[in-house]
């Protein structure tokens, strides 16, 4: 692929990226905002605009460029970063973050819908300013390159490549013939379950804007609130079950929406990897209230420590990062339950983040499927999933990501530690940024932020969060030899 073509597409994408910062620029207006606030999104947005124009004058041609394996990792990942340099202009532009260094940290915390953040006080902060972080949540969690395939027919492409290189997980279901027309409807059940959560909360007793933050939060697995004390703020039962209720649908395979809406529902429910995953969810939410309530951490009986256990599993296993208590401070076992859940992480085709449920399901039943050969060398076994064989190099990628997901976070790791940071500080902070989780344990607990971490710390744990949205390979595999070789 041409670097002019890779240039066009970065263009588009920042073109799009533009609309949502004008649109914050709005908020600010209605707000009566200071005019730096709102020219904060005018500028670049206007900046993006020219750079598009620019662009497309300097390259003319109507040629189709062809989306290779390498020119899609490479594009994928020029993307995720541009639209985080250009992200952090608002804030750096308003003054609320006065550091590149921090702005990039923040924004790329809401593209890649880790929820971790730099700020301490965020009730301080300009409405639009809010809603901005909120957006990046948003536009990552469905993942803005597959925005971008979604009106890829305006310019004649096709973007399979893209998307699987986007999320180059077990496998990239098509719902449609076409990859755009795929795009189009996962973006449009995201918007609609989103819509829905919106109304909920709304209609529960929460203000407009604060439902609007929080369902693009939820519904990305981000965690970005509006409130220092996050849900917890709203001491609210109601609002708890219908965040916790979206956390867990925004966590499962969103092409098994599309499935149920075809009145397929049988044949959705029936998927293999949807049952361990609401298994694991019931069962972490149940350990917890179970330790909750044998240490009287709350009152009101096994209700309340459910509420609070299942609120607190769901956030944590789809990667959201909300919180409704300072878990860091509940007793040994329930946390270690909450770090266990940090290495699970959602559904594959969801907007959750961490390894995956399938990936350990098909590892589980090749383990068992060894140990039959332990008994019967000469048998033939193979390993299914929902009746079908898996091929063995499904069963070998997984078990070489998980090996490069361990490895990455042990790196991330002797990084934190190497600033003078104790293990649970840094493993968790480690764990937290590459799982797109958010908050951890300790110093990055979930009523602390990552603001106190020195420079390079925060570059290091902002490639971690980069690296996890996109699955590890596609950002490592641009460091590779082969790679460079043609």
């Known amino acids: 692929m041409k670097a002019k073509a890779i240039l066009k597409l970065l263009a588009l994408l920042l073109v799009m990226l533009s609309a949502f910062m004008l649109s914050s620029a709005a908020v600010a207006s209605y707000y009566r905002e200071s005019v730096r606030v709102v020219e904060s999104f005018v500028l670049p947005a206007v900046g993006c605009i020219l750079f598009a124009v620019a662009v497309f004058a300097l390259t003319p041609g109507k040629e189709r ?13 020029l993307a995720w970063v541009a639209a985080s340099a250009v992200g952090a202009l608002p804030f750096l532009l308003s003054g609320t ?11 790329m915390s809401g593209f890649t819908t880790t929820g971790a953040t730099v700020f301490a006080d965020v009730e301080v902060l300009p409405r639009s300013i809010l809603l901005w972080r909120s957006t990046t949540h948003w536009l990552g969690g469905m993942g803005i390159v597959v925005l971008t395939v979604a009106i890829f027919p305006l310019l004649g492409l096709g973007g399979l490549q893209l998307v699987e290189a986007e999320a180059p997980g077990p496998s990239v279901d098509k719902i449609t013939p076409h990859m755009s027309g795929t795009s189009k409807r996962f973006w449009l059940i995201y918007v609609m379950l989103s819509a829905t959560e919106a109304g909920l909360l709304f209609l529960g007793g929460m203000g407009l804007f604060d439902a609007v933050n929080h369902t693009f939060a939820t519904m990305a697995t981000g965690g970005f609130s509006t409130r220092n004390a996050s849900v917890g703020y709203f001491k609210s039962g109601y609002v708890d079950a219908v965040i916790t209720a979206f956390m867990v649908l925004a966590g499962m395979n969103f092409s098994l929406f599309y499935k149920v809406a075809k009145g397929r529902i049988k044949e959705a429910l029936r998927d293999p990897e949807l049952r361990v995953y609401l298994s694991i969810f019931l069962g972490g939410s149940l350990l917890i209230a179970f330790d909750l309530l ?17 609120f607190q599993s769901a956030t944590v296993l789809t ?4 919180a409704t208590a300072d878990f860091d401070l509940w007793p040994p076992f329930s946390r270690t339950v909450l770090v266990a ?15 995956k449920v399938v990936r350990y399901l098909m590892l589980l039943k090749q383990s068992l499927t060894e140990l039959k050969y332990l008994v019967f060398p000469r048998g033939v076994f193979a390993v299914r ?14 078990a070489s990501f998980f090996f490069l997901y361990l490895a990455t976070a042990m790196a991330c790791t002797l990084v934190v530690s190497s600033a003078g940071y104790g293990f649970e500080t840094s493993f968790t902070a480690a764990l937290a940024t590459l799982g797109n989780i958010g ?12 603001g106190h971490f020195p420079a390079y710390v925060k570059w290091a744990l902002s490639f ?19 790679y460079r070789r043609r």
Request: aromatic share 18%.
């Open 464 to 482: 971690a969060m980069l690296a996890g949205r996109l699955e590890l390979y596609t950002v490592f595999v641009l460091f590779s030899p082969e």
């Open 439 to 450: 908050p951890g344990l300790g110093l990055v607990g979930p009523v602390r932020n990552y």
């Open 385 to 398: 999933l929902g009746g079908t064989p898996v091929r063995k190099m499904m069963i070998f990628d997984a």
């Open 97 to 107: 973050i006065p550091s590149f260094t921090d702005a990039f940290f923040e924004t």
């Open 65 to 77: 460029p062809y989306f290779s394996a390498k020119s899609g990792y490479l594009f994928v990942s």
């Open 341 to 355: 859940l940090m290495f699970v992480g959602g559904c594959s085709g969801s907007t959750a983040g961490g390894v």
């Open 294 to 310: 044998r240490n009287r951490v709350f009152g009101g009986g096994f209700g309340t420590a459910f509420r609070y256990g299942a």
């Open 319 to 322: 990667t959201t990062g909300f």
